[in-house]
């Protein structure tokens, strides 16, 4: 669990950050009066929301976008909520009802409409499409240099700790199947799934190399996908260990897609799988970890047929 935290403390905190902004531009539209603008009823509102949007990441880490999605939701909801509680408890009988109301509808409002609300905000990230963008990363490896070589290079029959490779084709491009886990479509179960790119070196060096990598999926049904990279890798002594530099050119990506692979540190978290199977210890990568969300949680949850989920 402390890796699983460390690993995903981007968007803890961004989680976090969201929840306060919503209590503080309550508690200002309000005229910090009222009785949910007081100290201990924003403590409170704070511990249970920051607690509710920790379990959710912690519980489906892969979930990122589902996650940011709640935590805006939840933003905008206290900074309504804070406001109104003046109205509903106006009065007497205006009290009472508000008491009824947040007790018997609160949790349902927060459960479907945040994630309603911050869809509605962060839509335009997925709209948001960059051409040619490309990303640098950098990673320490604890492996020495020719091993880190070997493990993080694109090469043609090879077996990883999650993917396969094939022999090299006729025009120059072998097929990569990854394989992992991730829900069915049709009924939020958890099913096998195999990923395949297609993969050809561009060039090669002692110390690096450039591949181009195409991924075998229907892009076109979603505009913000990329449909081809271009991966350049370069490996440097760093004491007893590795520095090794990825850069990464795409021919498109969605906004939205760059910063949940960025509060979900993907590539570290590859980097930490390879290194703990290198040390012989126990995995803790969250790429193991089935592709789960909330979404196909609740699929399963409410599901009305009676074949096995896992």
Not at 76 to 89: E, G, K
Not at 250 to 266: C, E, H, I, N, P
Request: glycine share 8%; aromatic share 10%; charged share 15%.
């Amino acid at each position: 669990m402390g890796y699983r935290i460390f690993r995903l403390r981007r968007l803890l905190i961004i989680c976090m950050m969201l929840v306060l902004t919503g209590l503080a531009a309550g508690t200002w539209i309000a005229g910090f009066d009222g009785p949910l603008a007081q100290p201990a009823a924003l403590v409170g509102l704070f511990v249970v929301f920051a607690t509710a949007l920790m379990a959710m990441t912690l519980r489906w880490p892969h979930d990122v976008g589902g996650t940011l999605t709640y935590a805006v939701g939840t933003g905008v909801i206290l900074a309504m909520v804070i406001p109104f509680s003046i109205y509903m408890t106006a009065t007497d009988d205006r009290q009472g009802l508000g008491i009824v109301l947040v007790v018997m509808f609160g949790p349902l409002i927060w459960l479907l409409g945040a994630p309603l609300i911050g869809a509605a905000v962060l839509f335009p990230l997925d709209r948001i499409v960059r051409r040619n963008y490309t990303s640098t990363s950098q990673h320490y490896v604890p492996m020495p240099l020719d091993v880190a070589r070997a493990r993080f290079s694109f090469e043609p029959d090879k077996q990883s700790l999650l993917a396969t490779t094939g022999p090299v084709g006729w025009d120059g491009f072998w097929e990569e199947r990854s394989m992992g886990r991730a829900p069915d479509p049709n009924n939020g179960a958890i099913v096998d799934v195999t990923t395949i790119t297609r993969v050809k070196e561009l060039d090669e060096g002692d110390l690096s190399q450039s591949v181009m990598a195409v991924p075998q999926r229907a892009v076109d049904a979603d505009p913000g996908s990329p449909t081809s990279f271009v991966i350049h890798i370069t490996f440097s002594l760093d004491g007893t260990g590795t520095q090794m530099t990825r850069t990464t050119n795409m021919d498109r990506v969605s906004q939205g897609r760059l910063v949940t692979a960025w509060l979900g540190d993907k590539m570290a978290d590859l980097v930490m799988a390879e290194c703990d199977a290198h040390a012989g210890r126990p995995p803790r990568a969250l790429v193991y970890l089935p592709m789960d969300s909330i979404w196909t949680a609740m699929q399963r949850f409410f599901r009305w047929d009676d074949r096995p989920l896992l």
